[in-house]
């Protein structure tokens, strides 16, 4: 399969994962032994398991615009366009390296009395592992948009020895 192809398919693949990604869980906040040690009424309207839209402000926002720049830079982009999506790429696999690293907890704090708090053991949700293969498929597909394609000899051009073969060739008839 020739590269723009390929790009044509990976982009809008990748862009497809990373959005879908968005609305899977990227936080185990509220683990069950927290849960089971705190009332229901301290819980309500704490999600548990928050996707990326509930626990970032705008990032999960830019995170679905950057999916859809890359499904149309893939698709329809130029050169600039393309390297311009890959830059974006690349913070936003930055930007989803570090919510594995450091998963989020929506400023989730609880009280255990007067200036005390129970400490919130966050874990990442598979969101975040989703996300950064969507992230490479992009990639992928956006570095071979990216790659120069070749131009390919016209079929009755000798190959390389016969170029050399027939310059040898015609050398010797001269010496004669």
């Given amino acids: 399969m020739p590269r723009p192809a390929l790009a044509r398919v990976l982009c809008p693949l990748g862009g497809l994962v990373l959005a879908l990604s968005l609305t899977?869980?990227?936080?185990?906040?509220?683990?069950t032994a927290l849960r089971a040690r705190l009332p229901a009424a301290a819980l309500s309207g704490v999600?548990?398991?928050?996707?990326?839209?509930q626990v970032y402000a705008i990032s999960g926002e830019l995170l679905l615009l950057l999916a859809i720049g890359v499904a149309a830079?893939?698709?329809?982009?130029?050169?600039?366009g393309r390297a311009a999506t890959l830059a974006g790429?690349?913070?936003?696999a930055a930007f989803t390296l570090h919510a594995v690293a450091v998963p989020p907890t929506d400023g989730v704090l609880f009280a255990a009395g007067p200036g005390r708090y129970l400490p919130v053991h966050a874990g990442a949700g598979p969101g975040q592992t989703v996300a950064?293969?969507?992230?490479?498929?992009?990639?992928m597909g956006l570095l071979f948009g990216l790659a120069p394609v070749g131009r390919a000899a016209p079929l009755n051009a000798p190959s390389g020895a016969g170029r050399a073969g027939a310059y040898a060739g015609e050398h010797a008839r001269r010496l004669r």
């Fill in 24 to 31: 899977l869980s990227w936080s185990h906040q509220v683990n």
């Fill in 47 to 53: 999600p548990a398991d928050p996707s990326a839209f």
């Fill in 73 to 80: 830079a893939g698709l329809w982009g130029q050169r600039r």
């Fill in 89 to 92: 790429v690349g913070l936003a």
């Fill in 132 to 139: 950064l293969f969507g992230l490479g498929l992009a990639a």
